[in-house]
């Protein structure tokens, strides 16, 4: 037996070290806002916080999630209330697949970044991919979050 | 597995479920006569589209497939707004895959075209008969009442009736045999911008798409299936696979010989995803490769080239004598262009949940076609279609890959052999390399120029395997529809023309991608003819202007004919808000392109930038002329999304096959857009009062060529094939 803290609360699970965390919080834990896009860390569909650090849950093992504080797209923190405003705002996603790793990454670019300029928002973002192709409404959005903060 | 257990059955009722309880049946809602209505003692229900409570929730049935076009918020907001109701009792619920619901086939770009109206007559039906209960109620004739945000108000006297409190008198009154639609002035959703009404679900990870279907008890499986189209399984060795934890059985499955059936392979069954893809792996299968072994896709690709440098079957419509013209002519102009297979790559892979049981088969998957998943389920299991139920999830990405349920039959075969729920998982690796795929295409252009630089002969070959070979096995010439988008059918008024296609024999599966044939036949024509104007010392804009020719509208056997009038419309529209034919720094050009699909008006003016031979998008302006809009913010959504995904094709996009195996794999060679290479993107759409149009699809075509038009206005050279990646300049 294994326990995972996700979004602040802890989930006693039986799985293989080596799963990854991805697998495991979808599968076993049973939260599937985080999504599978391709297994090896090239489209960020599965981003999730750890430790307050954006992380690829397809290419860490479960392992190496054991102790520490995962935040999830079911979870909450500032800037994703704040982002998930924007997004509204902008009416962002098409098919919403892949906005759940779009979102966290986004806030773990406000967290390290709190007024982004478009080029540090490419280069924070380029490592999600967005099938349908809403990349300009979300350098918006995040633009328009920081507004929000800073109202 | 607590997760997983404690999640009942009823969550998807309540998702994605009809109404239970015989609350409902059947109607063909485009016949008047038809409308059956289905209320009960709670629920005022006058068609199969519109469901009140007595609390005033108005759940409407949403019978297209969402899969990012916004469909379930646009057909919703086009009945509750013929309803005069209010948007936030409004509660969407998708319809399961049935044929009382008329056509739910998702593609083609033909949801708000074909079914606008029928939605928007669902809607005034229940209107006017929540008019006349009230009008009952008060002892006033209809015309003494109105209606307004869930109310009906009496003119008389401003009393107000919530729709809410007359379910029970609205279920006395009979359909009516004829409603008027509202007039455009007073529209309170249609044309207006109107947010997703799943936008909380989204940016809260709650929406349930086909691969967070849940079941008690559920299974998890992959298949091996083998590297080239329609191999078999020689041998396997299963040992180290049922070694991994979590692997429950392995086994193999037989291909089914449908268009939409399983290519077939060895299964592995297990109790988490994870062990599924980890059994796979460490499967050991000799497979017998079959007939397409030797596929090698450049090579063919080339083989096709030369086809279209011969003489071909000739396609209709002639006009002329292309050879004169070509003799008299000035100067000839020819050129051949060359695609490479596309796949789809939605984010969300391929997956399917089946539960076969007592006679019953269950699927929830995200599915562009439910009738069809509910007929192959059926056929595979030999049991009538009334024992299928297909719930249809949020599809992450659609783009045709989900019109064709092959994964949904595997889900099902799985399913009835291990007695339990299956949910069958493509990796990214699967979906990549065993897809239905974008056919390759190669073209050849060539035209004759009198002395004013007017294009006076066109002959046009094009060769690609056909969509058709999926469904006929050994067709191999293109299907009339295929030749229809836009190649033999371009909207120039020129003298002589002949169009040709060569033969092209399949080596994989060929199915749709959005945008289709368009894609690679806007890529040729929209190249060349900018060849043209070059050749003819014209500027690119004016010089299609004028091929295009005066305003007209063709004779054609179509629902919604071509309008020269409204094409260039959309081309002066994009050329202006670029601001055409200004002065733009070293190294930049503007490239223009514009194609007519799926009845559909579209040009995009690109600027780029080659500096140090290294190209850089920096603007897109695209002008949609799609007749009436439902959404606004939705159809400007598609058109940025359109731009990006031509971006895709024009910088990116490539599948190659060797020795029958694709080359590809995951997005790290399949590569698509990201966020920094998208420049800001204009959208402008144009508002008129003619018929509704396609929207998902049309944006896509005029943006490769527009970006290779500009390339080749910045530098002067020509490129006519993709990706450009290829060419070393991305």
């Known amino acids: 037996m294994k326990t995972l803290t996700i979004n602040g609360k802890n989930h006693n699970i039986e799985a293989h070290d080596d799963m990854p965390l991805l697998w495991a919080i979808r599968d076993i834990v049973g939260l599937t806002g985080t999504k599978y896009g391709c297994g090896v860390s090239q489209c960020g569909a599965c981003s999730i916080l750890i430790d307050g650090e954006l992380a690829r849950s397809c290419s860490l093992p479960l392992s190496y999630g054991i102790g520490k504080n995962i935040t999830t797209i079911e979870g909450k923190t500032d800037n994703l209330e704040i982002l998930r405003k924007a997004w509204s705002e902008i009416n962002v996603p098409q098919c919403g697949y892949c906005q759940s790793g779009q979102l966290i990454a986004a806030s773990a670019l406000l967290d390290n970044n709190p007024n982004p300029t478009d080029e540090d928002i490419d280069a924070a973002m380029s490592g999600n991919i967005c099938r349908c192709g809403t990349y300009p409404r979300i350098r918006k959005a995040i633009h328009t979050a920081v507004k929000l903060k800073n109202k | 597995m607590e997760g997983i257990q404690n999640m009942s059955r009823r969550n998807f009722v309540k998702v994605f479920g009809l109404a239970s309880g015989g609350l409902i049946i059947g109607c063909q809602f485009t016949s008047e006569n038809e409308i059956v209505r289905i209320d009960d003692g709670t629920t005022f229900a006058p068609n199969l589209f519109v469901q009140l409570k007595k609390d005033g929730k108005l759940i409407l049935i949403c019978s297209r497939s969402e899969m990012g076009q916004g469909i379930r918020t646009s057909l919703g907001s086009a009945i509750a707004d013929e309803m005069d109701a209010d948007w936030k009792y409004v509660e969407i619920q998708q319809a399961t895959g049935d044929k009382k619901f008329g056509n739910q086939n998702t593609d083609g770009s033909r949801s708000v075209r074909t079914i606008l109206a029928p939605m928007r007559k669902m809607g005034a039906i229940a209107k006017a008969m929540l008019v006349s ?56 959703y249609i044309g207006k911008k109107l947010k997703s009404i799943d936008i909380n679900d989204f940016t809260h990870g709650s929406a349930t798409f086909g691969i967070d279907a849940r079941l008690p008890n559920m299974k998890f499986a992959t298949i091996a299936r083998c590297p080239s189209a329609f191999g078999s399984v020689k041998s396997v060795d299963k040992t180290k696979a049922m070694a991994i934890a979590g692997v429950e059985d392995v086994f193999e499955v037989e291909r089914v010989k449908r268009p939409f059936g399983m290519l077939g392979g060895v299964a592995v069954i297990a109790n988490n995803t994870w062990s599924a893809i980890q059994g796979r792996n460490n499967l050991e299968i000799t497979w017998d490769k079959g007939s397409n072994a030797k596929y090698d896709s450049k090579k063919y690709t080339q083989r096709l080239t030369n086809r279209v440098h011969t003489r071909a079957k000739v396609v209709p419509p002639t006009k002329g004598s292309v050879n004169k013209a070509f003799a008299n002519a000035s100067q000839i102009v020819e050129a051949t262009y060359q695609l490479p297979h596309l796949v789809h790559a939605p984010m969300e892979v391929p997956n399917a949940l089946v539960w076969v049981h007592d006679g019953k088969c269950e699927v929830w998957a995200p599915v562009q076609s439910p009738q069809s998943a509910r007929a192959e389920a059926a056929a595979y299991l030999g049991i009538d279609e009334e024992h299928v139920t297909i719930n249809v999830t949020f599809l992450g990405g659609g783009f045709g890959r989900k019109s064709k349920p092959d994964f949904v039959v595997e889900a099902v075969a799985l399913s009835k052999k291990m007695n339990a729920p299956v949910q069958i998982v493509w990796t990214r690796e699967d979906d990549i390399q065993h897809s239905y795929y974008h056919t390759t295409n190669a073209q050849y252009l060539k035209a004759s120029l009198d002395k004013n630089g007017t294009v006076t002969g066109w002959l046009h070959r094009t060769a690609f395997p056909t969509i058709n070979s999926t469904f006929m096995p050994g067709a191999n010439y293109a299907a009339g529809w295929e030749i229809g988008q836009g190649m033999n059918n371009n909207p120039f008024e020129i003298e002589n023309v002949r169009y040709e296609n060569a033969k092209a024999e399949p080596h994989v599966r060929i199915g749709w991608l959005r945008s289709v044939c368009a894609i690679f036949h806007s890529f040729g024509i929209n190249s060349f003819i900018d060849e043209l104007a070059a050749k003819a010392e014209k500027d690119p804009l004016q010089f299609k202007l004028d091929l295009i020719g005066k305003d007209r509208i063709r004779e054609e056997k179509s629902p919604h004919p071509l309008n020269t009038k409204r094409l260039k419309n959309v081309m002066n529209i994009a050329a202006k808000k670029a601001n055409w034919g200004r002065k733009l720094p070293e190294g930049h050009a503007l490239g223009i392109a514009f194609y007519y699909s799926f009845y559909s008006y579209v040009a995009t003016v690109v600027e780029v930038s080659v500096i140090n031979n290294k190209v850089k998008l920096h603007n897109v302006w695209t002008a949609l002329d799609c007749g009436m809009y439902l959404n606004k913010d939705n159809v400007i959504n598609q058109m940025e999304g359109s731009a990006v995904f031509g971006m895709s094709i024009a910088l990116h996009g490539k599948i190659t096959a060797k020795d029958g195996a694709i080359e590809q794999s995951n997005f790290h060679d399949y590569i698509l857009t990201r966020m920094h290479e998208v420049p800001p993107i204009d959208i402008t759409i144009v508002d008129n009062d003619e018929a509704p149009t396609g929207v998902g699809e049309p944006g896509v075509p005029p943006v490769a060529p527009a970006i290779v038009n500009a390339i080749y206005n910045a530098t002067g050279k020509r490129y006519r094939t993709l990706p450009l990646s290829e060419h070393g300049i991305v």
């Open chain 2, 133 to 188: 209960a009230a009008a009952k109620k008060w002892e006033v004739s209809e015309a003494d009442c109105t209606t307004k945000m869930h109310y009906v108000i009496n003119k008389n006297n401003n009393k107000k009736l919530f729709f809410g409190d007359l379910v029970e008198d609205a279920m006395k009154i009979e359909v009516p045999k004829n409603v008027t639609l509202k007039n455009k002035k007073d529209f309170n």
